[in-house]
């Protein structure tokens, strides 16, 4: 064996063991009611994610490189996708995925400052955001009590001769009505995205979301179904998109070459661009005015071992789900419980729990009590984003139209919270928050 391989060797052994020593009894300790904390969400990860990522870190390449090339074709397949391209994070996805759609190259299809975004206001903000930051005007549709997702029957009413496409969540894990919505986009000539961001693992009439729009996207933060720390994707199978996106992702340049990569294209120094001289070097010719979005081969390589263990979070993920369902389902005076739409079979990211109406408590007592009994909540992110700074004051001039008075959403901004299914939650961690859950709403009988 080399004296480098060795060497590396004896590391990865050496990380083995601390995995054991410092990480993996967090993982083991055991559950005590009133005193260990229920987060909603977590890391789960073994000695493979800091074996990977040391061994990025001894190549010391840092930037794009093995760990990522190789992370973007497992993840393509896995989804079951053309082109998968991995960026920074979900939030850059989106914007990634967005601008891609405002490219020249797409002719009268383009999306242009003033066209309009059909959306939701109930959600994370990073879903809207890039349509605000280019100048396009977001319609706001309102949202179903219990799939927390896009109301498609409003779709019809919200369309202008200006709209150029759908962009929306699956929230929560909770696939949105992927029929209804490809059928009107397709009806159109609307682009769809889907913020896959909260949703991978989940299928909907068998195949992975993410994968039915024009572009899918995912957020690798710890917290989501599977993490690199920072970290997301965007995904394609449309090759004008792909080549739009790869340039902007990576500054907006017209080369396509690997990272370390020269004149790939055979043609580096013979060819003519816009009203450069010929000959210009490709590599410092640009075709779009882009971003750089790139991860880290360190993020890829957490992200590699990560996506081996992906299908196991997905089924424990349901699992996690069914059983807050069958401890909370005889509680429906009180709330109203999650539903998965027809054809869905959702990889949860939360547990959702809203409050009907007329209840002698309110959402914020119940989160308080549960918090106060170390049992971690969040709200569904902005709740109404209309209703958020960004919107309601310190951006009060920016454009955007709402259809009807989202009522629903005002709800779940009110009345709704959600807790954890993730993959680290014991059993005996369920049984206690649907415990707490039951004796809180008997103090109410
Ligand atoms: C639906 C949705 N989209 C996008 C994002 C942004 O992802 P990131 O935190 O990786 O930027 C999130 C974050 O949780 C999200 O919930």
Redesign the pocket.
């Given at each position: 064996m080399e004296r480098k391989e060795q060497i590396k060797k004896e590391i990865f052994e050496k990380v083995k063991e601390y995995y054991a020593e410092v990480h993996q009894p967090a993982f083991c300790a055991p559950f005590i009611e009133d005193t260990s904390r229920i987060n909603y969400a977590g890391r789960v990860f073994d000695e493979k994610e800091m074996i990977n990522l040391v061994d990025s870190s001894l190549d010391f390449w840092l930037t794009y490189g093995t760990y990522s090339k190789e992370f973007e074709t497992r993840f393509a397949q896995y989804l079951g996708v053309r082109w998968a391209f991995l960026v920074n994070?979900?939030?850059?996805a989106?914007l990634l995925a967005f601008f891609t759609l405002t490219s020249p190259l797409l002719k009268e299809r383009q999306i242009k400052r003033g066209d309009e975004v059909i959306t939701v206001a109930a959600?994370?903000p990073?879903?809207v955001s890039p349509i605000i930051q280019y100048g396009a005007i977001p319609v706001f549709v309102d949202v179903e009590l219990e799939t927390f997702n896009i109301d498609t029957a409003q779709l019809d009413k919200a369309l202008s001769p200006l709209t150029k496409a759908v962009m929306v969540?699956h929230t929560l894990g909770n696939p949105v009505n992927l029929d209804v919505i490809k059928d009107f986009c397709d009806e159109h000539n609307l682009w769809f995205i889907e913020?896959n961001?909260?949703s991978l693992g989940s299928k909907y009439d068998g195949t992975f979301t993410g994968v039915w729009g024009d572009i899918g996207t995912s957020?690798?933060?710890p917290p989501?179904h599977m993490t690199m720390g920072?970290g997301?994707a965007v995904y394609t199978n449309n090759p004008l998109l792909k080549k739009i996106m790869l340039s902007m992702r990576d500054w907006g340049r017209d080369c396509y070459c690997e990272s370390g990569m020269d004149n790939t294209c055979n043609a580096r120094f013979s060819q003519q661009f816009g009203t450069l001289p010929w000959g210009y070097d490709h590599k410092y010719v640009y075709s779009h005015f882009g971003f750089n979005l790139k991860v880290s081969d360190m993020q890829a390589a957490v992200g590699l071992a990560q996506l081996e263990k992906l299908p196991g979070f997905t089924e424990k993920r349901k699992e996690n789900f069914a059983a807050l369902y069958s401890g909370l389902r005889d509680l429906d005076h009180y709330f109203i419980l999650p539903k998965a739409g027809p054809k869905s079979e959702p990889s949860w990211f939360g547990f959702m729990i809203t409050l009907k109406n007329g209840l002698k408590f309110t959402r914020n007592d119940l989160v308080e009590y549960l918090e106060s009994h170390h049992i971690q909540t969040r709200n569904l992110?902005a709740g109404n984003i209309l209703r958020q700074p960004a919107f309601d004051t310190i951006g009060k001039d920016l454009h955007y139209r709402v259809i009807g008075g989202l009522p629903n959403t005002d709800k779940i901004m009110n009345d709704s919270f959600w807790i954890g299914v993730y993959p680290g939650m014991r059993p005996e961690a369920l049984q206690y928050v649907v415990k707490k859950i039951r004796e809180f709403v008997k103090k109410y009988e």
């Open positions: 994070s979900g939030s850059s989106n959600g994370f990073t879903t969540a913020d961001c909260d957020s690798f933060y989501h920072e997301g992110f």
